[in-house]
């Protein structure tokens, strides 16, 4: 059994995570640590990692980017796995990332659901097929009304996977209202939606002449980023210092 410690275990996907580690076997969440020191989830919460005394296999990370840094030097100074699942860090905390992960096993994605890195591997098949041929590649993705940012970062690692797969020989248009031109074919369109409660949905569009082909990702609660989390958990703990991705995850043997 993976025993977990959460980071930021009172936020809702700290609490998300916890909730569907109740119904496992194979995990197991031993601590919880949380600005906010007070037990939520049946297992014992402090305020800080120094004062949790309770030995873990792994640390998956719920929190806020001001608190990466210290998660970083904290499993780094340790040699303790890490699932970093905060994102909107900036380009110093990404060095740091990198720099920990060779103290630590440190695994971090742009979305930990198993449907959208499954969903990376199959759109780079496709589009080795499919872009050759002539077909454009348009990203549509749609979100709930309070979301800050856009395009999505799963979108943008959408339009990566696409892109290397082709040698990186694409741009990306965001916007075309101020272009009276005809499409470049050279380019991966990529849109926004933005409204109510949706949760997160990417549409990847193939267009070729009288066909269409579409992979569609469509997550309908938070349960499938924490379940994510509590894989990328299993998959991480016992390993060496490097830095991983969900990528490695979904790769793995049965």
């Known amino acids: 059994m993976v025993r977990i410690m959460i980071h930021g275990c009172n936020g809702a996907m700290g609490q998300a995570v916890g909730s569907l580690a ?3 076997e194979d995990v197991a969440i031993v601590a919880g640590i949380d600005i906010n ?5 049946g297992y014992p919460v402090f305020g800080s990692l120094e004062e949790c005394g309770i ?4 640390v998956v990370d719920f929190s806020s980017a001001k608190a990466v840094d210290h998660v970083l030097a904290y499993c780094a100074g340790r040699g303790l796995p890490l699932v970093l699942c905060t994102t909107g860090l900036s380009r110093d905390q990404e060095k740091s990332v990198g720099e ?5 096993a440190i ?3 742009a979305n930990m659901s198993l449907g959208i890195n499954l969903l ?3 759109v780079q098949d496709a589009a080795r097929v499919l872009a050759g041929a002539g077909f454009d590649m348009e990203i549509v993705e749609k979100h709930h009304n309070q979301k800050l940012d856009a395009p999505s970062g799963t979108a943008l690692a959408l339009a990566d996977a696409i892109n290397e797969a082709m040698g990186h020989g694409y741009h990306y248009q965001y916007d075309r209202t101020a272009r009276r031109e005809k499409r470049d074919p050279r380019e991966i369109g990529v849109q926004s939606v933005r409204g109510g409660s949706i949760v997160g949905e990417h ?15 469509s997550a309908y609660s938070k349960a499938v980023f924490a379940k994510g989390a509590l894989e990328a958990a ?3 703990a016992g390993k060496g210092p490097g830095l991983y991705t969900m990528a490695d995850v979904v790769g793995q043997e049965p």
Do not use: N
Request: net charge positive; glycine share 8%.
């Open 55 to 58: 030995k873990a296999d792994v």
């Open 203 to 217: 549409d990847v569009i193939f267009a070729g002449q009288d066909e269409v082909v579409t992979f569609c990702h």
């Open 234 to 236: 299993r998959f991480l």
């Open 120 to 122: 990376l591997k199959l």
């Open 107 to 109: 695994l971090r994605s």
């Open 37 to 41: 020191a007070l037990p939520s989830g």
């Open 22 to 24: 109740k119904g496992r």
């Open 100 to 104: 920990a992960a060779k103290k630590a």
